[in-house]
């Protein structure tokens, strides 16, 4: 079983949908948790950080963590084309510089007009 | 704008010769730094950690006589992938902590392809 699982997709939507990606972990050491955004041929984006449980939104992205249920997820509201892109969960169990991430495998999104 | 600067981006050398791939840290110094390599379609894996005055710990399965990993200053780590061979072409990421260390910045990304 892999640490970090995350549906590879692709998840297709039209735009202005709420999308909702998740990854499930079992390592209950994971504190930190991060969503990055890749587009094809790039670096990751980080898009939202967020310790241990609780929700956090940044215009129209919310991130949720629930650590009893090892379950992260976040929303997208509004989508739009220019979201279509590949979504990795990550996270690690401590900050800083002995912060080592585990990365789920990725969903590719493509938002449709 | 990039916290984590990479170069270069794309880089194209002939089997058995020896690339060099930089990664920057702008405006902020990092003791350590990550390096991660990606198949296509696949999720980042990572094969080092750079660590600024010391040796790299490389992740198993990591050789680290092939990919040379030298931390020389707080903003710069370079990975030298040596005597490349086609299976060696892939993307080369790396990423920093910032000095807070609450949050991680990706590089750009190298792509290698090694003919």
């Known amino acids: 079983q892999k640490e970090v699982e995350q549906d590879p997709g692709p998840l297709s939507v039209p735009e202005g949908a709420i999308v909702s990606l998740n990854c499930t972990y079992s390592?209950?050491?994971?504190?930190?948790f991060m969503w990055y955004r890749q587009y094809s041929r790039k670096g990751p984006e980080l898009l939202m950080y967020t310790y241990s449980s609780g929700n956090k939104e940044d215009g129209r992205f919310t991130a949720q963590v629930d650590k009893s249920s090892k379950y992260i997820s976040l929303f997208i509201r509004d989508s739009q084309p220019s979201d279509s892109a590949t979504y990795l969960c990550?996270?690690?169990?401590?900050?800083?510089?002995?912060?080592?991430?585990?990365f789920g495998t990725g969903t590719r999104l493509q938002v449709t007009l | 704008g990039a916290v984590v600067s990479q170069h270069p981006s794309w880089v194209i050398c002939k089997s058995g010769t020896s690339v060099k791939i930089e990664c920057r840290s702008l405006?902020?110094?990092?003791?350590?730094m990550f390096w991660y390599r990606q198949f296509p379609k696949q999720s980042l894996m990572l094969m080092a950690t750079s660590n600024e005055g010391s040796k790299a710990t490389y992740e198993q399965g990591v050789e680290k006589d092939k990919f040379l990993i030298n931390h020389a200053s707080l903003t710069l780590s370079t990975l030298t992938v040596t005597s490349a061979h086609p299976e060696d072409s892939s993307f080369y990421i790396c990423s920093a902590p910032t000095s807070s260390g609450n949050t991680i910045y990706f590089g750009e990304g190298s792509w290698l392809t090694v003919v």
């Open positions: 390592n209950s050491a994971f504190q930190y």
């Open positions: 405006d902020f110094q990092a003791t350590t």
């Open positions: 990550a996270m690690s169990a401590s900050a800083g510089t002995a912060s080592k991430l585990t």
